[in-house]
């Protein structure tokens, strides 16, 4: 045995690993019960930090994308030396000229919004006013997991996991064994978190372009308490457990599909190139699994960063988040709610669909195909849409295809694209029609087993 495989820890050197892992994987994976629910304490610190900012949160986010905007454009334009120079500061507001667009709709779109002038189709709370509502959230949610992710990512327990599951994730789903602890965190916790999370290790070197596109297409899935609320508003809440479980496998099985077709299989096995791979799960002769597992996560709580440093990559996660994020998802997420709302593209589009439900046997087929696609829009959409329906099991089907789909643009799809992952509009575009033909059958088969009707 060598004396890497063989090195020996000290208790100070394992509970360096254990604590803070411990810690991470209660505070984005635990479930409590909460006000009723169940939801993660993440999802606790979140709400609560979402309801103190709530009277200031529509002028702070104001002021962030009228900011970046106002900033992106000086810099392109003029190209000022304190900006251009500045690490911080020229990767806020250093823009191609097509995001530059886009985060100057975004400022005109929240001014109009915040100061309630502006046409009805732009402020109305159906679309730039459902905006502004989600950023408040959305904001909440990335300050608490800018500095309490460093807790999954930096103390071990990815490398971990990874190395004991590795056998497992590897067949099924094509990924390496420390996606584990994401794909989890990604499924329970909040969707958005989640692609954080995938792209900050594609980032790090510890994906490869495909890997991190399949775990943030096809793993963000929204929380628990969500899936209560849609199938409240479709009104098969009654049916919950059912509804959950077919959830939970229509979407392993749909994963297990996808990842070896294309789109998925066409994106390069490549390490992000600045970092290089940094992954090695591989177990060497003379060590057990859980021996090398242990060396390989105290092993990175060692190199961990120190407090200071959790906080300096908290602020910069933070201020990459508010001022690059948030005026491209005002103006993507406006664009798209005024299409859903104001035209009847969908419903046009959504025609394929129609005879797609009617070949699966499912009631008011037609009436139900725009639900298919709109979630492409926003998740909320498709429960809107489908609360119409008389049949009880078309509803079914589409609030669990809803919470299936979750590549919606007004979040998550504008975080995938917005990212250094090589993954365009058209991209995100394929990987939510492929998954809503694959997943529909999947669904129908088991909703029918479980004798829903």
């Known amino acids: 045995m060598d004396n890497k495989s063989a090195k020996k820890f000290d208790s100070k050197d394992i509970l360096k690993f254990v604590l803070p892992s411990a810690l991470g994987v209660f505070i984005f994976l635990f479930p409590l019960p909460w006000k009723g629910s169940i939801n993660i304490p993440i999802g606790i610190i979140s709400e609560w930090l979402a309801s103190f900012i709530k009277p200031f949160a529509p002028a702070m986010i104001t002021l962030f994308i009228l900011t970046s905007a106002v900033l992106t454009a000086i810099t392109t334009l003029f190209k000022p030396k304190a900006i251009l120079d500045n690490k911080l500061l020229s990767k806020l507001f250093i823009s191609s000229p097509f995001y530059l667009v886009f985060k100057i709709i975004g400022a005109v779109v929240v001014v109009m919004v915040y100061t309630q002038t502006g046409p009805e189709y732009i402020i109305s709370g159906d679309t730039g006013g459902t905006m502004l509502s989600l950023l408040k959230t959305l904001v909440a949610w990335f300050f608490a997991a800018s500095f309490l992710i460093p807790l999954l990512m930096d103390f071990g327990i990815m490398d971990f996991t990874g190395t004991l599951v590795r056998n497992f994730t590897q067949p099924l789903f094509r990924l390496p064994g420390r996606s584990s602890i994401d794909l989890l965190a990604s499924w329970v916790g909040n969707c958005n978190v989640g692609v954080v999370l995938t792209t900050t290790q594609y980032e790090q070197g510890y994906y490869t372009a495909r890997e991190a596109i399949t775990i943030a297409s096809c793993f963000s899935a929204v929380s628990l308490p969500f899936c209560l609320v849609i199938a409240a508003m479709l009104k098969v809440d009654h049916l919950f457990i059912p509804f959950y479980a077919i959830l939970s496998i229509t979407g392993v099985l749909s994963v297990v599909i996808m990842t070896r077709i294309p789109p998925l299989t066409k994106y390069p096995d490549e390490y992000y190139a600045p970092a290089g791979k940094q992954v090695n799960e591989v177990v060497p002769e003379g060590i057990t699994k859980f021996q090398r597992a242990l060396q390989l996560g105290v092993e990175r709580a060692e190199n961990a960063p120190t407090f200071s440093q959790v906080l300096y990559k908290g602020v910069d996660m933070f201020l990459g988040i ?128 479980f004798q829903i009707s």
């Open 322 to 449: 508010v001022f690059q994020l948030t005026p491209l998802v005002m103006s993507f997420g406006t664009i798209a709610c005024i299409l859903a709302t104001y035209t009847p593209i969908f419903d046009w589009l959504s025609v394929p669909f129609g005879y797609y439900l009617q070949l699966l046997g499912l009631e008011e087929a037609f009436a139900a195909a725009p639900a298919t696609i709109v979630g492409f829009v926003d998740m909320f959409l498709p429960a809107v849409l489908a609360a119409k329906i008389v049949s009880l099991k078309t509803r079914f089907v589409i609030g669990v295809l809803s919470l299936v789909q979750i590549i919606y643009m007004t979040e998550v799809g504008t975080l995938i694209i917005t990212s250094k992952m090589p993954v365009d509009f058209k991209g995100v575009l394929a990987l939510f029609l492929e998954k809503t033909i694959i997943a529909l059958p999947i669904i129908v088969i088991l909703t029918n087993l």
